[in-house]
């Protein structure tokens, strides 16, 4: 819709906004291919490459390098390695092996449950995840170790493809022999 009403003028007045390094991840929709796209269709476009991150310590943005270092310069072309505004080092990364998803879960749950007692407010604890369908498996684990869960969610149940499936077979039990 953008490109259609941009397309009066050969150098339209128009920005996009992202992280191309986080694109990767596809997150929200976000795709690498949209950066590329942008840059091919308006040749003219300027790159800005922001150089502070004013969400993570340095620990956490030096490991992010290194992880996806080998993705080389970005989409803009310039190489870059992203400094904590707030200059502050940060805690150690700890990496934990878990032989089943749910032995994950019922760790983090205890962690939880741990910063909770240590004093932590749980309205300042929040699990991210990369899959919904791994939701419904770390609330339960939460439940277990007594840590108050919120799940939130835009997503209606009723679009689910069990539930669709289950709401046709109670129809078809309620209309039998109609």
Known sequence: LLELLANY???PNIFIVGDDKQAIF???GASLQNFLYFLKKYPGAKA???EENYRSTQVILDAAHGLAGGMGESVSGISRELKA???KLGEKIKVRVFKTASDEHFFLAQEIAGRIKEGV???EIAVLYRDNKDALSIVGALEKVAVPVSLQSDQS???DPNIIGLITLCKA???FGE
Do not use: M, T
Request: no cysteine.
């Open 9 to 11: 003028d050969p150098n």
């Open 26 to 28: 596809r997150f929200q």
């Open 48 to 50: 800005i490459a922001l």
């Open 85 to 87: 505004a707030n200059k």
């Open 121 to 123: 407010s749980p309205q």
């Open 157 to 159: 149940v009723l679009g």
């Open 173 to 175: 039990v309620y209309y």
